[in-house]
């Protein structure tokens, strides 16, 4: 039956997405290579789904996969859980319009392992069992621990979830073409059919597959490109310097600063920090939140109970230390690459994140758009991104399916004691309605900006999660009331401190762009450089608050400038000059710009009509009130502090009673949970 | 397989215990904040000391850039050096309080 259920999933998946498929940036005609690339990955994975499913009965098959995962297969399934498509494509996409700033991204998401290696994989596998919650409950009272461990792992595991499927969708229409609702509900059945039928088995080799897909793509397209310098970093760094498009951009980020600098300033300016990260404050917030949440990212957390010991844990970590960071150097190579290849102005057209730099350099090492190998390599990366998405989107679910079946409905309704049988059901049916939960809020979120989710998810796991295990596993007097308080506190002020924050959408400021792009700006007179402003305290950095000077940096001079026409009679002006013209090359450029202005001209009336007669964001708020882009800085210590604080002030005998006992064992693995045999 | 009843107070005044608590406290933390020190000098050099970042030292090769590179390699060392003494001397530790476990009343 489950082979026949397996199949026609698969079937499904790729049927409905073959009939749906329209523009992208794989061309109509080599669409059957994306499709037949993928739809060999589908039918690999679905045969390890299928071979999984067999050997799939137990909770601890199920959510653990028997323990029988080995530390470098569970090195490569933490990669191929942790890579999701953000860093494959929005990484390198960063890199190739904005240089050194967006290669810092990649520094946090490595380093982020050093707190999951030395204090957090090994104590967990020795104490944990399925999830977060068990940790917790260890030594804390088990229902109370296990309530807000379920509320934050499926709180976290949303907003990752949210991002990665509208994400996905978005990222699927504009590689392939593919209708944004059936990629959504392709994505969700596939993924389903993994969790639901292989459970953690085939989720484990789902993520390996893509992982191995993934660097081996990453490996070939920086072979290619940086090949032609024969790997030498210099003589690949010259080329960008040189390259005119960097300059271009370059030239185009930096504005009024650029008309004193020649242009192999401009190129080297690309290799310098600066040009994307204006706020160092929110930097440092960003990446507090990103080295210490990846230890709390409940998704990750359960791939350490699938390994058989400690030792197979610490070394899982570290394959996936040398995997990832690897992969993380590669972006360099593949963002500069795209930059100097394929061009900022190119990849910008296609997608303003810069999402489809990686694949439109794989077209071009390949030989460009219009070769067969070209569209292959595209055809292959556009596949490996679908899988991506897939791998990624099916450990989430499943983290946030154990703790609704494991946490709430085994451990909390029914006191632990279901049967065997009867807890690998509710495992099974927390991920159908974590799934199809899932695939709505994919389909309900469209169009909506979902980028600061993953980092709202970085944060509450580093100011809820982090905090609650890092104490109860090594202080002594850490206790129920102290992880309770903390976790809440931390939470509600990640999420809190968001709400109010720029990431949110401001009526008023949408409006007044809005009516810029429609009726053009009036004539600027030219003006003289300006020195920085400190802001009048640090407070101010942090909050809009009344009375506060805020810091700006400074300010070269700049020469006067014209008034720029509102978009209609931007578009007359330009049909009127292509009338005149006679070379293609132009002929083309004016098009592609009438097409970007009436692409604009639309978002604004749009714009318009939406937020006509609104004033305040949904928080009731006329410009953010929080001044940064993430919560970290105040909410991880925040959450660390209440933890303290609680713990001090009241008194649990049994988290005391525990101790001993939890100490000895995260650090010996005595009565550590077992594998099961087969 | 039942679990043997142990006394876990026991085992955690056991000086070998001790022993392997107090070095793996030390070293762990130890480990953990300078990595955490290190990594933080990344985004407060590339906002605060620019000037510094931008120094070319091979070719277009920068100081930022080599700085960047070098986050990679002391990770990838903090987790050799980690696994190493763990794999040697902390399993070993841990070896000896787990087959000696019962019988530490």
């Known amino acids: ?678 | 397989m039942a679990k043997t009843v142990m006394n876990w107070a026991a085992i955690d005044a056991d000086p070998r215990f001790q022993t392997l608590h107090r070095k793996k406290t030390a070293f762990l933390w130890g480990l953990m904040l300078f990595s955490v020190i290190f990594y933080f000098l990344l985004p407060i050099g590339s906002a605060y000391f620019q000037e510094l970042f931008k120094v070319k030292v091979w070719g277009p090769l920068n100081i930022g850039i080599v700085f960047a590179l070098s986050q990679f390699i002391v990770a990838w060392a903090i987790a050799g050096i980690y696994a190493r003494r763990a794999n040697r001397e902390f399993d070993a530790m841990a070896e000896a309080i787990i087959r000696d476990a019962h019988n530490i009343r």
């Open chain 1, 1 to 678: 039956m489950n082979l026949k259920l397996i199949g026609g999933a698969a079937a499904l998946a790729l049927v409905s997405t073959l009939a749906f498929a329209g523009a992208g940036a794989v061309a109509d005609e080599y669409k059957w290579m994306t499709f037949a690339v993928f739809g060999g990955i589908i039918a690999l994975t679905m045969y390890v789904t299928y071979w999984a499913a067999r050997q799939t009965h137990s909770t601890s098959e199920f959510y653990a996969a028997g323990r029988s995962v080995t530390g470098v297969q569970n090195g490569w399934a933490i990669a191929g859980d942790y890579l999701s498509a953000a860093s494959f494509l929005g990484i390198a996409g960063l890199i190739s319009l904005y240089g050194y700033d967006g290669f810092m991204y990649s520094v946090g998401f490595l380093v982020a392992y050093i707190t999951v290696l030395l204090v957090i994989a090994e104590p967990c596998r020795n104490i944990g069992k399925y999830t977060l919650g068990d940790i917790l409950a260890f030594r804390n009272n088990p229902k109370a621990s296990k309530t807000v461990a379920a509320i934050s792992t499926i709180t976290v595991s949303t907003f990752y979830l949210t991002a990665q499927m509208v994400g996905g969708g978005v990222l699927i229409k504009t590689l392939v073409g593919i209708d944004y609702h059936v990629s959504v509900i392709g994505v969700g059945i596939l993924m389903l059919t993994y969790v639901v039928f292989g459970g953690m088995k085939a989720t484990t080799w789902v993520q390996i597959i893509k992982a191995v897909l993934l660097v081996t793509a990453s490996i070939l397209l920086v072979l290619f490109t940086w090949g032609q310098y024969g790997f030498s970093l210099p003589g690949f760094l010259q080329a960008v310097v040189g390259d005119p498009k960097v300059q271009a951009q370059v030239a185009k980020l930096v504005g009024d600063a650029a008309t004193n600098m020649t242009p192999e300033e401009l190129g080297q300016r690309f290799l310098e920090p600066g040009l994307f990260l204006k706020n160092p404050i929110d930097q440092i917030s960003l990446g507090m939140a990103l080295v210490l949440g990846t230890a709390g990212l409940p998704h990750i957390l359960m791939r350490f109970f699938t390994v058989p010991t400690a030792q197979d844990a610490r070394k899982s970590v570290l394959w996936a230390m040398g995997i990832i960071g690897g992969f993380y150097v590669l972006t360099l190579f593949l963002g500069l690459g795209a930059a100097i290849n394929v061009g900022p102005v190119d990849i910008l057209a296609l997608d303003k994140g810069g999402n489809m730099a990686a694949p439109l350099l794989a077209q071009y090492v390949g030989g460009g758009a219009d070769s067969v190998l070209g569209n292959l390599f595209l055809a292959f990366v556009a596949a490996v991104a679908f899988a991506t998405i897939v791998a990624v989107v099916a450990g989430l679910v499943l983290a946030a399916a154990s703790a609704m079946a494991h946490d709430i409905y085994v451990g909390i309704i029914k006191g632990d004691r279901a049967s065997p049988q009867e807890q690998v059901i509710a495992a099974r049916l927390s991920s159908v309605i974590v799934g199809i939960l899932a695939i709505a809020v994919g389909i309900a979120a469209e169009g909506q900006n979902v980028a600061h989710l993953v980092g709202m998810a970085f944060a509450v796991a580093a100011s809820s999660n982090l905090p609650a295990i890092i104490f109860t596993l090594y202080w002594k007097r850490a206790n129920t009331y102290g992880v309770v308080a903390g976790m809440i506190v931390g939470a509600m002020t990640a999420i809190g401190l968001v709400m109010i924050s720029p990431n949110m959408t401001y009526p008023q400021a949408v409006l007044k762009e809005a009516r810029k792009v429609l009726e053009g700006e009036p004539a600027q007179p030219a003006k003289e450089a300006k020195p920085a402003v400190a802001a009048s305290s640090f407070m101010c950095e942090l909050f809009a608050m009344e009375g506060c000077v805020k810091s700006e940096p400074a300010k070269a001079a700049s020469i006067e400038k014209p008034a720029k026409p509102g978009a209609a009679e931007k578009l007359t002006l330009l049909n009127e000059k292509l009338a005149t013209l006679t070379d293609a090359k132009d002929i083309e450029k004016v098009k592609k710009d009438i097409a970007a202005t009436e692409k604009a001209k639309a978002k604004a009336e749009s714009d318009l009509r939406k937020f006509d007669g609104q004033t305040t964001s949904m928080m009731g708020l006329e410009k953010p009130f929080f001044l940064l882009k993430n919560p970290g800085l105040i909410s991880i210590p925040l959450g660390f502090l209440c933890v303290i604080v609680f713990s001090l002030m009241f008194r649990d005998k049994r988290a005391e009673e525990m101790w001993d006992e939890l100490y000895v064992r995260q650090n010996t693995g005595i009565h550590a949970e077992g594998a099961t045999a087969h």
